[in-house]
Nanobody, 119 residues
């Protein structure tokens, strides 16, 4: 069983920073692309950022220049550094990862962590 556990959410004022972490644990082979998505109340879940095993990244236009995704493959962990936070960044943030178990690749999701940005 593969588990993704997020941490680092909370309440911050506009202009502040937060760093989210997500660690994968369990019995698995390899981890491929890892990423972060978010879902605000009444809205669809949207991709925020993703990172490949080689370190290539992509970001939603709304967070470019403010958020940075990184990973530590030795720790099976992905991070999201969020700077210059805005009230519209308020959402539940979910990490996800493509993980192999035997010969099968699946996408796994964390339980989510709340980020609230006050104006």
């Amino acid at each position: 069983q593969v588990q993704l556990v997020e941490s680092g959410g909370g309440l911050v004022q506009a202009g502040g920073s937060l760093r989210l972490s997500c660690a994968a644990s369990g019995s698995f082979g390899s981890i491929g692309v890892m990423g972060w998505s978010r879902q605000a109340p009444g809205k669809q879940r949207e991709l925020v950022a993703a990172i490949t095993t080689g370190g290539s990244t992509n970001y939603a236009d709304s967070v470019k220049g403010r958020f940075t995704i990184s990973r530590d493959s030795a720790k099976n962990t992905v991070y999201l550094q969020m700077n210059s936070l805005k009230p519209e960044d308020t959402a539940v943030y979910y990490c996800n990862a493509r993980v192999s178990v035997g010969a099968v690749w699946n996408t796994y999701w964390g339980q989510g962590t709340q980020v609230t940005v006050s104006s």
